[in-house]
């Protein structure tokens, strides 16, 4: 038997080993922490997990333990990574129950899913590996420590239901930082100036420089300080429209000539196949894929695609590494399809070698095809539009890391201006560049980042040879100011992780996915749009970052990622590490639980003033974030003023360009890449893969906030009868209902009538449709309270033909739709049975047994299908972390 993650790559396997083997699915982890406890043991400081099987995993684990006591041998098969060590730890717990058990399961892994990989993986299996289960363990309990400790202190001090995770706490914070770097920013006014020139009698020949300096002393303006205090200067630069005017005047009568002309041979080497944070950030920005889709979409590449004859067939190699190391094997098959389709003018004479980062892992190899020899033209028309995008990106950054440098040459002119008012000598200067050999841009085109307006590839001059004298066609003045750095993207922020050493390639992802989950930032402008702290993510961040210096600190967090992968290496023990951390961790907790600020309780004073009454208005903390109040206000008296309003200063500034460009906001499958789509369950509205019940199944769903639920209002056409303002759709805590747009000045709400139907029991009110607090629909009089009359089930404006009730019910059983009397009881046997009458009196109990019985009911309809998990959606699992959301992701 043979376990993987899966069911995609499980049939992808199975098709490789052929008769003999039976490849099953664990369908990800099978064993966790326990959701209702921390499941750490922290009195005597040895940190043992408590581990069980996971809800909902119970039958899997069944399955597999009685498929595993048939099976010869057992090999576990999971992803060659920390998390597909622990899976596979956990299997083996489960199905090597005793000795004989154990001798049976072997460990296999493959960085590609190829028959020659997966063959060769089985013919050398190896143990589980306990250093990586040990360090995939210490993140989970690390992880466990801070969600589960911290978060009942946001609870106390803030709001229910937040949480704190200790690595996306840090990614929020540099979201935040970054934020308040904007709004302290301070633009600099500079100009530039610009001259277009050509060579005496080449009037066409046109050519723009810029200008750098007087005299030959460089021409600059001061830029304020760096972080570390060092004075910075913005080059070719002058202060102000004063200075830049007079230099104008000056040039006008200036002649013009080229002081000195150097060329030069220039390469650009091919850039290193991708590992994952560069895919991240290749896809964000050539493609437009989010972090999540890309992902998703390379999971799917990896695990295997039906490419006609061949049949399911993994692509590339396993998608989540930091090593750019590549195969010798695949180096080859690149080199010899350059060599057959391009020329060996584009092969090196040897294979170029990339190294990584002394702090990468290098467990495996660089995103790379499986072979080369598959190009995207070959594989259209088997790939999906976003598939194919992605492949033909890592396919052509694999090929061109194994081709020559392109060549370009280079030409930088020194050009003079001298003034004969002033006598001063204006210096100007151009680059620009020609390409000579295309070398590996012929298969990869690099992302060109904002260029600079002096890059010399993105200038081209014309023949300079023997020129000396220039004429001048026009001066361009033209005022700038410096702008302040840009919010995160997922592109950028992931950049801004990797170069920190925060998160390693498997959690990148799940990093961006929480901090906008838990609503601590928000992204606008689609696809490609920027991060804004929410006010809440400001306060959470700024009370765990004041509480917890050490344990948030991102170098302090870059530092535990060196630790994790010396556990990796086995040159930590796991203990020493969390030993270290939960020292600081405890004493930061203590004061914490001292000294937090109590938000619940803010009341700070402002310059406002009362619209009602004129008082002070404070600022207060509510539900939604902060709101202003007035000072006036007092609870115990009901003539008080209450007058309130929206903080707006504390949310997000949504009217910068990048936050109103238009973009993708459709949200992909983390399995698979695919369009999540929305359903409407028992438990209300969720998100689902489209191939929930595809061959194999894409199980990935997400449910929804209650915030995430409502949508904007809607305008449904009509005017409120009582304003005349336009009626809008609006989604409340108990579900849709219809209001004036003109709240809170008119409180019309727009009921649910059964036409033609008065009140059966006062015969005034109308019958309308209502929502109970538990989300129960029932019926009840317009007139209420004066009128109490309610029913569970829907009234039909009919007589009963048996009796002469007024109306009838609409109920729904297994069998069909039913028309019945509400007279109707559930048999005569039951109405003849004497009753208790208990502590009612013997009046009102002597009415209720003259009450009318009657037996009419009358089938109009099936039943509707019993509810599915496509339908309605997933059964919630009632936990701790559902409950509570301690549980950081």
């Given at each position: 038997?043979?376990?993987?993650?899966?069911?995609a790559?499980a049939?992808?396997?199975?098709?490789?080993?052929g008769?003999?083997?039976?490849?099953?699915?664990?369908?990800?982890?099978?064993?966790?922490?326990?959701?209702?406890?921390?499941?750490?043991?922290?009195?005597?400081?040895?940190?043992?997990?408590?581990?069980v099987?996971?809800?909902?995993?119970?039958?899997?684990?069944?399955?597999?333990?009685?498929?595993?006591?048939k099976?010869?041998?057992?090999?576990?098969?999971?992803?060659?990574?920390?998390?597909?060590?622990?899976?596979?730890?956990?299997?083996?717990?489960?199905?090597?129950?005793?000795?004989?058990?154990?001798?049976k399961?072997?460990?296999?892994?493959?960085?590609?899913?190829?028959?020659?990989?997966?063959?060769?993986?089985?013919?050398?299996?190896r143990?589980?590996?306990q250093?990586?289960?040990?360090?995939?363990?210490?993140?989970?309990?690390?992880?466990?420590?801070?969600?589960?400790?911290?978060?009942p202190?946001?609870?106390?001090?803030?709001?229910r239901?937040?949480?704190?995770?200790?690595?996306?706490?840090?990614?929020?914070?540099?979201?935040?930082?970054?934020?308040?770097?904007?709004?302290?920013?301070?633009?600099?006014?500079?100009?530039?100036?610009?001259?277009?020139?050509?060579?005496?009698?080449?009037?066409?020949?046109?050519?723009?420089?810029?200008?750098?300096?007087?005299?030959?002393?460089?021409?600059?303006?001061?830029?304020?300080?760096?972080?570390?205090?060092?004075?910075?200067?913005?080059s070719?630069?002058?202060?102000?429209?004063?200075?830049?005017?007079?230099?104008l005047?000056?040039?006008?009568?200036?002649?013009?000539?080229?002081?000195?002309?150097?060329?030069?041979?220039?390469?650009?080497?091919?850039?290193?196949?991708?590992?994952?944070?560069?895919?991240?950030?290749?896809?964000?920005?050539?493609?437009?894929?989010?972090?999540?889709?890309?992902?998703?979409?390379?999971?799917?590449?990896?695990?295997?695609?039906?490419?006609?004859?061949?049949?399911?067939?993994?692509?590339?190699?396993?998608?989540?590494t930091?090593s750019?190391?590549?195969?010798?094997?695949?180096?080859?098959?690149?080199?010899?399809w350059?060599?057959?389709?391009?020329?060996?003018?584009?092969?090196?004479a040897?294979?170029?070698?990339?190294?990584?980062?002394?702090?990468?892992?290098?467990?495996?190899?660089?995103?790379?095809?499986?072979?080369?020899?598959?190009t995207?033209?070959?594989?259209?028309?088997?790939?999906?539009?976003?598939?194919?995008?992605l492949?033909?990106?890592?396919?052509k950054?694999?090929?061109?890391?194994?081709?020559?440098?392109?060549?370009?040459d280079?030409?930088?002119?020194?050009i003079?201006?001298?003034?004969?008012?002033?006598g001063?000598?204006?210096?100007?200067?151009?680059?620009?560049?020609?390409?000579?050999?295309?070398?590996?841009?012929?298969?990869?085109?690099v992302?060109?980042?904002?260029?600079?307006?002096?890059?010399?590839?993105?200038?081209?001059?014309?023949?300079l040879?023997?020129?000396?004298?220039?004429?001048?066609?026009?001066?361009?003045?033209?005022?700038?100011?410096?702008?302040?750095?840009?919010?995160?993207?997922?592109?950028?922020?992931?950049?801004?992780l990797?170069?920190?050493g925060?998160?390693?390639?498997?959690?990148?992802?799940?990093?961006?996915?929480?901090?906008?989950?838990?609503?601590?930032?928000?992204?606008h402008g689609?696809s490609?749009?920027r991060?804004?702290?929410?006010?809440?993510?400001?306060?959470?961040?700024d009370?765990?970052?004041?509480?917890?210096?050490?344990?948030?600190?991102?170098?302090y967090?870059?530092?535990?990622e060196?630790?994790?992968?010396?556990?990796?290496?086995?040159?930590?023990?796991?203990?020493?590490?969390?030993?270290?951390?939960?020292?600081?961790?405890?004493?930061?907790?203590?004061?914490?639980?001292k000294?937090?600020?109590?938000?619940?309780?803010m009341?700070e004073?402002t310059?406002?003033?009362?619209?009602?009454?004129?008082?002070?208005?404070v600022?207060?903390?509510?539900?939604?974030?902060?709101?202003?109040?007035?000072?006036?206000?007092?609870?115990?008296?009901?003539?008080?003023?209450?007058?309130?309003?929206?903080?707006?200063?504390?949310?997000?500034?949504?009217?910068?360009?990048?936050?109103?460009?238009?973009?993708?906001?459709?949200?992909?499958?983390?399995?698979?890449?695919?369009?999540?789509?929305?359903?409407?369950?028992?438990?209300?509205p969720?998100?689902?893969?489209?191939?929930?019940?595809?061959?194999?199944?894409?199980?990935?769903?997400?449910?929804?906030?209650?915030?995430?639920?409502?949508?904007?209002?809607?305008?449904t056409?009509?005017?409120?009868?009582?304003?005349?303002?336009?009626?809008?759709?609006?989604?409340?805590?108990?579900?849709?209902?219809?209001?004036?747009?003109?709240?809170?000045?008119?409180k019309?709400?727009?009921?649910?009538?059964?036409?033609?139907?008065?009140?059966?029991?006062?015969?005034?009110?109308?019958?309308?449709?209502?929502?109970?607090?538990?989300?129960?629909?029932?019926?009840?009089?317009?007139?209420?309270?004066?009128?109490?009359?309610?029913?569970?089930?829907?009234?039909?404006?009919?007589?009963?033909?048996?009796?002469?009730?007024?109306?009838?019910?609409?109920?729904?059983?297994?069998?069909?739709?039913?028309?019945?009397?509400?007279?109707?009881?559930?048999?005569?046997?039951?109405?003849?049975?004497?009753?208790?009458?208990?502590?009612?009196?013997?009046?009102v109990?002597?009415?209720?047994?003259?009450?009318?019985?009657?037996?009419?009911?009358?089938?109009?309809?099936?039943?509707p299908p019993?509810?599915?998990?496509?339908?309605?959606?997933?059964?919630?699992?009632?936990?701790?972390?559902?409950?509570?959301?301690?549980?950081?992701?």
């Open positions: 038997m043979v376990i993987v993650e899966s069911p790559k049939k992808t396997i199975e098709k490789y080993l008769k003999g083997f039976e490849v099953r699915a664990s369908v990800g982890h099978i064993m966790d922490l326990p959701k209702n406890e921390i499941g750490v043991e922290l009195k005597k400081r040895t940190f043992a997990p408590e581990l099987v996971s809800p909902g995993k119970e039958k899997v684990v069944d399955q597999l333990k009685k498929l595993g006591a099976a010869d041998e057992i090999y576990l098969a999971p992803d060659p990574d920390r998390e597909g060590e622990a899976i596979a730890y956990h299997l083996a717990l489960q199905l090597g129950t005793n000795a004989k058990e154990r001798k399961i072997r460990r296999v892994t493959f960085n590609e899913i190829t028959k020659k990989a997966v063959q060769e993986a089985f013919n050398h299996p143990d589980i590996d250093n990586l289960v040990d360090a995939q363990q210490t993140r989970r309990v690390l992880d466990r420590l801070v969600g589960y400790q911290i978060s202190l946001l609870w106390d001090k803030v709001r239901g937040l949480s704190a995770g200790r690595v996306q706490t840090v990614a929020v914070r540099l979201i935040v930082e970054r934020e308040r770097e904007i709004t302290a920013f301070r633009p600099v006014e500079y100009w530039t100036i610009d001259a277009i020139l050509h060579p005496e009698h080449q009037a066409d020949a046109k050519f723009k420089a810029r200008f750098i300096g007087i005299d030959g002393e460089s021409a600059r303006v001061a830029n304020g300080k760096d972080k570390d205090g060092k004075e910075q200067f913005l070719s630069a002058l202060p102000d429209k004063k200075t830049a005017d007079s230099i005047a000056d040039l006008k009568e200036a002649s013009w000539w080229i002081a000195s002309v150097q060329a030069r041979e220039q390469q650009r080497r091919p850039l290193a196949p991708f590992i994952t944070s560069q895919l991240q950030r290749d896809a964000a920005n050539k493609l437009g894929f989010n972090v999540r889709r890309t992902m998703g979409v390379a999971q799917r590449l990896y695990e295997g695609v039906e490419i006609g004859s061949e049949g399911t067939t993994g692509l590339i190699t396993y998608m989540r930091d750019p190391r590549i195969a010798p094997e695949a180096i080859t098959g690149a080199r010899e350059i060599a057959k389709e391009l020329g060996p003018q584009y092969l090196p040897s294979p170029n070698e990339y190294r990584g980062k002394k702090e990468a892992q290098d467990a495996h190899e660089a995103i790379r095809p499986t072979d080369a020899a598959r995207p033209e070959s594989l259209a028309r088997y790939l999906s539009d976003e598939q194919l995008k492949y033909t990106l890592i396919w950054r694999f090929v061109a890391s194994q081709m020559v440098p392109a060549v370009y280079v030409t930088t002119a020194n003079a201006a001298k003034a004969k008012r002033s001063r000598t204006y210096d100007f200067r151009v680059s620009g560049s020609v390409l000579r050999f295309d070398g590996f841009l012929k298969v990869y085109e992302s060109e980042e904002k260029r600079n307006e002096d890059d010399e590839t993105a200038n081209r001059l014309p023949s040879d023997g020129v000396t004298a220039l004429g001048l066609n026009e001066l361009l003045p033209e005022e700038h100011a410096t702008q302040p750095p840009p919010r995160y993207n997922e592109a950028s922020l992931v950049k801004e990797e170069e920190r925060i998160g390693r390639p498997s959690t990148y992802a799940s990093i961006i996915n929480t901090i906008q989950d838990r609503e601590y930032v928000v992204k689609g490609r749009g991060f804004y702290p929410t006010e809440i993510g400001v306060v959470v961040c009370l765990l970052v004041e509480n917890f210096p050490y344990i948030f600190d991102t170098a967090t870059a530092k535990l060196t630790e994790l992968d010396d556990i990796e290496e086995g040159t930590e023990k796991w203990t020493d590490l969390l030993n270290g951390f939960y020292g600081y961790f405890e004493k930061e907790l203590k004061t914490a639980g000294k937090m600020r109590n938000i619940k309780r009341e004073v310059n406002e003033k009362c619209e009602l009454c004129g008082s002070p208005l600022l207060k903390w509510g539900k939604f974030g902060t709101f202003y109040a007035c000072s006036a206000y007092n609870k115990k008296d009901p003539t008080s003023c209450t007058f309130t309003k929206e903080n707006i200063a504390s949310k997000p500034d949504l009217n910068t360009p990048e936050a109103q460009e238009a973009g993708d906001t459709e949200e992909y499958c983390e399995n698979c890449g695919k369009v999540m789509v929305m359903r409407r369950g028992l438990f209300g969720f998100m689902a893969c489209p191939d929930y019940n595809a061959d194999p199944p894409c199980r990935t769903f997400r449910k929804l906030s209650q915030k995430q639920q409502q949508k904007p209002p809607e305008p056409g009509e005017d409120c009868p009582v304003c005349g303002k336009p009626l809008v759709l609006r989604q409340g805590a108990y579900g849709e209902f219809v209001s004036c747009s003109g709240y809170p000045k008119c019309y709400v727009k009921q649910n009538l059964i036409e033609g139907m008065k009140c059966p029991k006062c015969g005034e009110g109308d019958i309308a449709e209502r929502k109970a607090r538990r989300g129960n629909v029932f019926w009840g009089c317009t007139n209420y309270p004066k009128c109490d009359f309610t029913s569970n089930l829907k009234p039909v404006a009919k007589k009963c033909p048996q009796c002469g009730s007024p109306y009838l019910v609409e109920k729904t059983l297994k069998s069909g739709v039913f028309l019945e009397c509400p007279n109707k009881k559930k048999g005569a046997e039951e109405e003849a049975a004497p009753k208790k009458r208990g502590k009612k009196t013997a009046a109990a002597d009415a209720e047994e003259k009450k009318v019985v009657c037996t009419y009911s009358k089938r109009i309809g099936d039943a019993p509810p599915t998990a496509e339908t309605h959606g997933p059964l919630p699992e009632k936990s701790r972390e559902e409950k509570h959301e301690l549980q950081p992701a």
